[in-house]
C-alpha cells in the first residue's frame, strides 16, 4: 500500500510544473503576438501613408475595421456585451479623447517622418505623464524617478538634432500622442474608480473607446479630407503604379493589426507584474525602431542611434524606479 503512495506524491510537483509551462508558454505567445501585430501595424500603416498621404482617413478607418469583429463577437455571445448608461458614457468620453489624441497623433506622425523617429519621440512619453501627474492629480513622484526622466528628454533630443527623417510635424504630432496617451491614464485614474458600467473587462473597455473615438473622428475626418480629396488621392496613387487591391490590402491591414495589437496588448500585460510591462514595453520599442529601419531602409545619423539608445533604455529605468521608489 505504501509503495504506490509514492506516484502520486511525485506527479503533484510534476502536474504544478506542467501547468506553470502552460501559464509561461502562454504568456510568452501572448508578448510574440502583440510584437508581431505591432511591427505588422507600423509597416502596413506606414506603407499606406506612403502610397496615400491622408492620415485623418487612414486612421478613421483604422479605428473602424476593429468595430464589426467586436460587434460580431458580442452578438454571437462569444464575450459578454458590456451594458453602460448614458452616465457611463460620460464618463468614459473624455478618456476616448484621449485614445483618439492618441491614434490621429501617431498616425499623422508616421505619415509625417520616419517610424523609427516617431517611436523615439514616442520613448518621452513618462516625462509628460510625469509632469500632466504633478498638475492635475498633484501626484509627485520620488526624486530618484524625476532624475531618470533626464536620460529620456536628453536622448530624444539629441535623436532629433541630427535626424535624418525630422518634421516639426512628425515631432509635434507625436508629442501630441504622448500627452494624449498621459491624459487617457490620469482620467480613467481620476473618473473610473472601481469601474464603469457592466461586463466592462479591459477587451470591452478597449472596444467602447475605439467605437466612442470613431463617432468622434468620422465627421472630422470627412471636414479635412473629403470624399473628393480622397478620391483624388487615391486615383493619384493608382496613377503612380499601385493596383486598387494593393491599396485596399495595405489600408484594411492596418487597421487590423491595429486593432489586434492593442486588444493583445491588454492580454499579455494583464498576466505580467508592472517590472515585466515595463521590460515589454522597452523591447517592443526596439523591435519596432530595428523592424522599420530595416524595412523602410531608414538612414539614421549616429547621434540619432545614440540619443534613440539613451532615451530608451531612459524609459526601462523610469518604468523600473517608479515601481520600486513610487
Same mark, same amino acid.
Given at each position: 500500500?505504501?509503495?504506490?503512495?509514492?506516484?502520486?506524491?511525485?506527479?503533484?510537483?510534476?502536474?504544478?510544473?506542467?501547468?506553470?509551462?502552460?501559464?509561461?508558454?502562454?504568456?510568452?505567445?501572448?508578448?510574440?503576438?502583440?510584437?508581431?501585430?505591432?511591427?505588422?501595424?507600423?509597416?502596413?500603416?506606414?506603407?499606406?501613408?506612403?502610397?496615400?498621404?491622408?492620415?485623418?482617413?487612414?486612421?478613421?478607418?483604422?479605428?473602424?475595421?476593429?468595430?464589426?469583429?467586436?460587434?460580431?463577437?458580442?452578438?454571437?455571445?462569444?464575450?459578454?456585451?458590456?451594458?453602460?448608461?448614458?452616465?457611463?458614457?460620460?464618463?468614459?468620453?473624455?478618456?476616448?479623447?484621449?485614445? %483618439?489624441?492618441?491614434? *490621429? &497623433?501617431? =498616425?499623422?506622425?508616421?505619415?509625417?517622418?520616419?517610424? @523609427? !523617429? +516617431?517611436?523615439?519621440?514616442? $520613448?518621452?512619453?513618462?516625462?509628460?505623464?510625469?509632469?500632466?501627474?504633478?498638475?492635475?492629480?498633484?501626484?509627485?513622484?520620488?526624486?530618484?524617478?524625476?532624475?531618470? %526622466?533626464?536620460?529620456? *528628454? &536628453?536622448? =530624444?533630443?539629441?535623436?532629433?538634432?541630427?535626424?535624418? @527623417? !525630422? +518634421?516639426?510635424?512628425?515631432? $509635434?504630432?507625436?508629442?501630441?500622442?504622448?500627452?494624449?496617451?498621459?491624459?487617457?491614464?490620469?482620467?480613467?485614474?481620476?473618473?473610473?474608480?472601481?469601474?464603469?458600467?457592466?461586463?466592462?473587462?479591459?477587451?470591452?473597455?478597449?472596444?467602447?473607446?475605439?467605437?466612442?473615438?470613431?463617432?468622434?473622428?468620422?465627421?472630422?475626418?470627412?471636414?479635412?479630407?473629403?470624399?473628393?480629396?480622397?478620391?483624388?488621392?487615391?486615383?493619384?496613387?493608382?496613377?503612380?503604379?499601385?493596383?486598387?487591391?494593393?491599396?485596399?490590402?495595405?489600408?484594411?491591414?492596418?487597421?487590423?493589426?491595429?486593432?489586434?495589437?492593442?486588444?493583445?496588448?491588454?492580454?499579455?500585460?494583464?498576466?505580467?507584474?508592472?517590472?515585466?510591462?515595463?521590460?515589454?514595453?522597452?523591447?517592443?520599442?526596439?523591435?519596432?525602431?530595428?523592424?522599420?529601419?530595416?524595412?523602410?531602409?531608414?538612414?539614421?545619423?549616429?547621434?540619432?542611434?545614440?540619443?534613440?539608445?539613451?532615451?530608451?533604455?531612459?524609459?526601462?529605468?523610469?518604468?523600473?524606479?517608479?515601481?520600486?521608489?513610487?
Amino acid at each position: 500500500r505504501g509503495a504506490t503512495a509514492r506516484p502520486v506524491a511525485t506527479s503533484e510537483p510534476e502536474a504544478a510544473k506542467s501547468s506553470e509551462l502552460m501559464e509561461t508558454l502562454k504568456t510568452g505567445s501572448f508578448f510574440a503576438l502583440w510584437y508581431l501585430f505591432n511591427i505588422w501595424y507600423n509597416i502596413y500603416n506606414k506603407k499606406a501613408l506612403n502610397a496615400m498621404n491622408i492620415p485623418w482617413t487612414m486612421a478613421t478607418l483604422q479605428l473602424f475595421v476593429g468595430i464589426p469583429y467586436v460587434f460580431l463577437l458580442w452578438a454571437t455571445g462569444l464575450r459578454k456585451t458590456p451594458k453602460l448608461s448614458g452616465d457611463n458614457v460620460k464618463t468614459l468620453f473624455p478618456i476616448a479623447m484621449g485614445h %483618439l489624441g492618441t491614434h *490621429i &497623433g501617431a =498616425v499623422i506622425s508616421l505619415g509625417a517622418g520616419a517610424v @523609427s !523617429f +516617431t517611436h523615439i519621440v514616442k $520613448a518621452s512619453e513618462p516625462a509628460v505623464s510625469a509632469v500632466l501627474s504633478a498638475l492635475l492629480l498633484g501626484s509627485f513622484y520620488s526624486p530618484v524617478t524625476y532624475a531618470t %526622466l533626464v536620460p529620456i *528628454i &536628453g536622448g =530624444v533630443a539629441l535623436a532629433s538634432l541630427k535626424e535624418l @527623417s !525630422f +518634421t516639426w510635424l512628425g515631432f $509635434a504630432a507625436a508629442m501630441l500622442s504622448n500627452v494624449s496617451s498621459a491624459l487617457r491614464g490620469i482620467l480613467a485614474k481620476k473618473t473610473m474608480g472601481g469601474g464603469v458600467g457592466e461586463n466592462m473587462n479591459e477587451q470591452n473597455l478597449y472596444a467602447v473607446l475605439t467605437v466612442i473615438a470613431f463617432i468622434v473622428l468620422l465627421p472630422v475626418s470627412l471636414a479635412i479630407e473629403s470624399p473628393a480629396k480622397v478620391k483624388a488621392v487615391w486615383d493619384a496613387a493608382v496613377a503612380a503604379g499601385n493596383t486598387p487591391q494593393y491599396l485596399a490590402t495595405i489600408s484594411l491591414l492596418s487597421g487590423a493589426s491595429y486593432y489586434l495589437y492593442n486588444e493583445v496588448a491588454f492580454l499579455a500585460l494583464g498576466r505580467v507584474n508592472p517590472v515585466t510591462h515595463a521590460v515589454g514595453n522597452t523591447i517592443k520599442r526596439v523591435v519596432i525602431i530595428i523592424a522599420s529601419v530595416i524595412v523602410f531602409n531608414t538612414p539614421i545619423s549616429t547621434l540619432g542611434v545614440v540619443g534613440s539608445t539613451i532615451a530608451i533604455l531612459g524609459t526601462l529605468l523610469y518604468s523600473l524606479s517608479k515601481q520600486r521608489f513610487g
